[in-house]
Nanobody, 122 residues
């Protein structure tokens, strides 16, 4: 019955900041690893960042490394993604997903949110 719900998408400015939230309705993200992915129209879904269940370990795609932060607040059942210095290439539909594994492969994730659209002004 659990769901993941992304929020925070919309129109953002090139060079600005993006902050997304992933809320678990049944506290699933308190016990599972969570990844963020994005997909541009006509392209494959790509890994952005992931965080382990304790929030002690993170990993980032090269495309956002050094300007992105993934974090989680178990008390709020929420995982956050922040990307600074936005580029046009950061546009797309952003998804959060949960699994008990540790992978950057979308196929390794079992539970997905519906996604939130991010448009970057150029």
């Amino acid at each position: 019955q659990g769901q993941l719900i992304e929020s925070g998408g919309g129109l953002v400015q090139t060079g600005g900041l993006l902050r997304l939230s992933c809320f678990a309705t049944d506290r699933a993200i308190r016990s599972y690893n969570v990844g963020w992915f994005r997909q541009n129209s006509g392209k494959e879904r790509e890994f952005v960042a992931r965080i382990n269940r304790r929030g002690s370990t993170t990993a980032y795609a090269d495309s956002v490394l050094g300007r992105s932060t993934i974090s989680r607040d178990s008390a709020k059942d929420t995982v956050f993604l922040q990307i600074n210095n936005l580029k046009p290439e950061d546009a797309g539909v952003y998804y959060c997903a949960a699994d008990d594994g540790w992978s950057a492969d979308p196929a390794g994730y079992d539970v997905w949110g519906q996604g939130t659209q991010v448009t970057v002004s150029s």
